[in-house]
C-alpha cells in the first residue's frame, strides 16, 4: 500500500475511534473515573491487606464498552521485601528477594527473615514455607490468597469473579491478585535505566518517576521451572500505568486497535494465552522508543500499526518476545514454539498482506463498518465540497481542463494499445473522470491551504479540509500530487512527514514524463502492464509523473524559490503572451524529478544535513545534464537558488546565465539575477 492510501484511512480511522469512546477528552475522564474508584475502593480494607491499586485496561483507559475488558485488582500484602539484608529494620515480617542462577530472568525467590535479627530462615518447611534446592525457607506463591468463595475461578495469579447482566450475557470479569511492593528498583532491571535512547522516550524524568515507583511481586512461576511454586514474577504495573498515560493520541488508539486485531483474528484460533494483550503493551514500548515521536502522528496510524504487526512477526519467527523492563526474560517461553509458533506466524503474516482491510472486518464497536462508511462519505464530502468552492478555483479548472484534453487524448491510444478488448469507451471516461477528481482535489487543496496561510488568523477546520484534498489528490500519478503534498509538510515545519514522502517517491519512481502531453510508454513497461492487466488510471498512478505546477491563486503554497516563476512576464513581454496558449507562463511550472530533488535538499537544509544535502544538489545537476527536462529555465534558476542558499555565489550567476542562454524572454531568472546581485553587494560589503 502506497503511502497516500495510508495517510487517506488513517485520518479517518482516528475520527471512527473517537466515535467508539477513544476521544482525548473521554479517555482522561475514564482515567480521572477509575482513580477515584480506587481511592474509594481503599477505604475499609482488611488488616491483612496494605493497600489496593487497580491496574490494567479500566485503569489505562484501554479498552471500549466492545472489547469488555477484565478490571484488574491488585493488594498489596503489608509484610516487606529486601533486596538486601542492609535494609532490614528491627520487628518487621521481611522477605529477601533471591536472584541467582536457580530464579529465571524476571522472577525471584522470597526467603523470610528472622523478626528479631538479620538472619535467614532455612531448612524450615511450614503451610507457607517451602525449601528450595539450595534449602533455604522460601514462601509458597499460593500461600498470599486469602480463601475467599466469592472467587472461584483461577487465571495465572488472580482469582477471578465474572459479573453478569441478566442470566447469561458476561459484562465484566475482576481479576483479584495479591501481592508484595517492592519500593526498591530491582537489579535485574537495572539496564531499562541506563539503556540509550536515540530518540528520549521516555524521558529521563519519566525514568526516575518509575524507578521510584518500585515493582510489584506477583504470585506466580515460571511454568517449566522446576521451582514455580516458590518463584514470585517481577511486574512493572506503576511504571506501565505512567508509560501508558504518557501515550499521544495515536500511539493510544494504535495500542487499542492492536488488542481488537488480537481478539478478533489471533485469539479464536489459538486461545487466550498464546498472544495476550500484555505482548502488544511490550511491542507498543519498544516501537515508540526505537521511533522518532514525529512518527506517531494521526496520519501515520495505519503504518504504525503495520510497524507494530511487522515487530510481532519478527518476534514470533524468533520465538523471543524480550520484556521491556527485563529484556532476559523471553515471554513466549512455553507459549509459542512448534507448530503453534508457525501457525501463528502465518496468521499474523495474513493480516499485514491485507493492507489495512483487516480493519474493515473487525467487528467491535461497528468499528470495521463505520470505517467503510467514512471513506464513502468523504468521497462524498470531497464532491461537495469542490461544487460548493468551484466558482473560487476558476483559474485551477483551466489547469484541469489543459490536463484532461491531453489525458483522453493519450489515454484512448493507451487503451487502444493495452485495453481494446477490455474495456469500452464508457469505462474510459470513468476511469478519466477519476483521475480528473484527484488532480482536482489536489490542486484545489493547495488553493485554500494558501488562502487560509495568508490570513491572519488560522482556520485549523479550513486547513484540515484542505489536507484531506491533498491526500485525496496524491494518487493522481506517481509523483504531481505527493509533490504538492510534501511541499505542504515542508512550509508547515513537519521535516520527517514530508523527507518520508519524499523517499517513497523516490523508491516508486519507474517512468518519467516530462510534459502535460504524454510519451509512449517503453516495451518493457508496456508488457509487464498488458500481463497484470492494469488499468489506465494505475497505469498512470505507479508509471507516469506529471510536471508539478503552481497557480498564482497557491502562492502562499509555493516554495519560496518558485515564486518568481509566477511573475516571468511582465512589462512589454506580456503583450506578446497568447491568452490561449500562453496562459500558462503566470504559473510556476517544474519538472517532477528534479523538483523531487530540490524539495529533498530543503529538507536536508532544514534538517543540517550537510552530507545529505550535497547529495541532493548533486542530483539536481545530474537530472538537469542526462534528462531531457521540458521546464529547463525554471530548474536552472532553482538550482541557482540553491548556490546562492550555500553562499556559492560565482556558481549560481553561471547557472543563471545559461538559464538566459535557454530563454531569453519569459524567464524568472532576471529575478534570481537580481537578487543575486543584492547577495553579493550586501557581502562584499559586511567583508570590508
Not at 403 to 427: D, K, M, P, T
Request: hydrophobic residues 35%; aromatic residues 12%.
Amino acid at each position: 500500500m502506497k503511502i497516500p492510501d495510508y495517510y487517506e484511512v488513517s485520518v479517518r480511522l482516528m475520527k471512527v475511534l473517537d466515535t467508539a469512546g477513544l476521544a482525548e477528552k473521554a479517555r482522561w475522564k475514564r482515567i480521572e473515573m477509575w482513580t477515584q474508584i480506587e481511592e474509594l475502593f481503599a477505604v475499609g480494607l482488611c488488616e491483612n491487606i496494605e493497600k489496593s491499586h487497580i491496574f490494567g485496561s479500566q485503569a489505562e483507559a484501554t479498552t471500549t464498552s466492545g472489547l469488555r475488558s477484565d478490571t484488574d485488582f491488585i493488594y498489596l500484602n503489608p509484610d516487606r521485601v529486601l533486596q538486601d539484608l542492609q535494609s532490614w529494620e528491627p520487628g518487621s515480617f521481611s522477605y529477601l528477594m533471591l536472584m541467582d542462577d536457580t530464579t529465571p530472568p524476571g522472577y525471584v525467590k522470597l526467603q523470610q527473615v528472622c523478626c528479631g535479627i538479620p538472619y535467614l530462615i532455612c531448612h524450615k518447611q511450614s503451610d507457607i514455607l517451602m525449601l528450595d534446592r539450595y534449602g533455604r525457607s522460601c514462601l509458597y506463591n499460593n500461600s498470599i490468597y486469602l480463601k475467599l468463595d466469592t472467587f472461584p475461578e483461577h487465571h495465572g495469579p488472580a482469582n477471578t469473579k465474572t459479573l453478569f447482566c441478566g442470566d447469561s450475557n458476561a459484562l465484566n470479569t475482576t481479576d483479584h491478585v495479591f501481592a508484595f511492593r517492592n519500593r526498591s528498583w530491582p537489579h535485574t532491571a537495572s539496564e531499562w535505566i541506563k539503556r540509550h535512547r536515540e530518540h528520549n522516550w521516555p524521558s529521563q524524568e519519566t525514568i526516575f518517576i518509575i524507578q521510584q515507583s518500585g515493582t510489584l511481586l506477583v504470585p506466580v512461576g515460571q511454568k517449566s521451572s522446576p521451582e514455580r511454586h516458590i518463584e514470585w514474577r517481577i511486574s512493572v504495573s506503576y511504571g506501565e500505568k505512567i508509560l501508558i498515560w504518557q501515550f499521544n493520541s495515536t500511539q493510544y488508539k494504535c495500542y487499542v486497535l492492536l488488542k481488537m486485531i488480537n481478539k478478533h483474528y489471533i485469539k479464536p484460533m489459538f486461545g487466550e494465552n498464546v498472544l495476550t494483550s500484555y505482548h502488544w503493551k511490550t511491542c507498543m514500548f519498544y516501537m515508540i522508543e526505537a521511533t522518532p515521536t514525529v512518527l506517531w502522528q494521526p496520519q501515520n496510524l495505519l503504518h504504525c500499526i503495520d510497524l507494530c504487526l511487522m515487530k510481532m512477526c519478527t518476534w514470533v519467527e524468533e520465538s523471543n518476545c524480550p520484556n521491556y523492563f527485563i529484556p532476559a526474560e523471553n515471554m513466549f517461553l512455553d507459549k509459542v514454539y512448534g507448530p503453534v509458533q508457525r501457525k501463528l506466524a502465518n496468521r499474523l503474516h495474513y493480516v499485514l498482506r491485507q493492507n489495512g482491510r483487516y480493519l474493515t472486518m473487525i467487528p467491535f464497536d461497528g468499528i470495521g463498518q463505520k470505517l467503510i462508511i467514512a471513506c464513502q462519505s468523504s468521497i462524498t464530502r470531497i464532491n461537495d465540497i469542490t461544487t460548493c468552492t468551484c466558482s473560487a478555483v476558476m483559474i485551477t479548472l483551466e489547469l484541469i481542463h489543459k490536463i484532461c484534453f491531453e489525458l483522453l487524448r493519450s489515454g484512448v491510444q493507451i487503451n487502444q494499445c493495452l485495453f481494446e478488448r477490455r474495456y469500452s469507451s464508457h469505462a474510459v471516461r470513468q476511469e478519466i473522470v477519476t483521475i480528473l477528481q484527484r488532480f482536482y482535489c489536489s490542486h484545489l487543496g493547495s488553493h485554500l491551504v494558501s488562502q487560509y496561510l495568508k490570513q491572519q488568523t488560522i482556520d485549523q477546520d479550513g486547513l484540515d479540509t484542505a489536507y484531506e484534498l491533498l491526500l485525496m489528490g496524491s494518487s493522481s500519478d506517481v509523483a504531481s500530487g505527493k509533490l504538492k503534498l510534501a511541499t505542504f509538510h515542508l512550509l508547515q515545519n513537519n521535516v520527517t512527514l514530508a523527507d518520508n514522502i519524499l523517499q517513497d517517491i523516490e523508491k516508486n519512481y519507474t517512468f518519467l514524463v516530462s510534459n502535460v502531453k504524454f510519451e509512449y510508454l517503453n516495451k518493457s513497461i508496456m508488457l509487464r502492464i498488458e500481463n497484470e492487466n492494469i488499468s489506465t488510471t494505475d497505469v498512470l498512478r505507479y508509471y507516469v509523473a506529471f510536471p508539478v505546477p503552481f497557480l498564482p491563486s497557491e502562492m502562499h503554497c509555493t516554495p519560496r524559490a518558485l515564486i518568481p516563476e509566477m511573475f516571468r512576464s511582465t512589462g512589454s513581454y506580456q503583450g506578446s503572451l497568447d491568452p490561449f496558449h500562453d496562459y500558462w507562463q503566470s504559473w510556476a511550472v517544474v519538472d517532477p524529478r528534479f523538483y523531487l530533488h530540490f524539495l529533498q535538499y530543503q529538507c536536508y537544509q532544514q534538517q543540517n544535513k550537510i552530507t545529505h544535502k550535497k547529495v541532493a544538489l548533486g542530483n539536481m545537476v545530474w537530472v538537469m545534464r542526462h534528462e531531457s527536462l521540458k521546464y529547463k529555465d525554471t530548474a536552472h534558476n532553482l538550482l541557482a537558488y540553491c548556490l546562492r542558499k550555500d553562499r556559492l555565489l560565482v556558481q549560481s550567476y553561471a547557472v543563471l546565465s545559461k538559464s538566459m542562454k535557454l530563454k531569453n524572454h519569459h524567464n524568472a531568472a532576471k529575478w534570481q539575477i537580481a537578487c543575486l546581485l543584492n547577495v553579493a553587494f550586501r557581502w562584499l560589503g559586511g567583508r570590508h
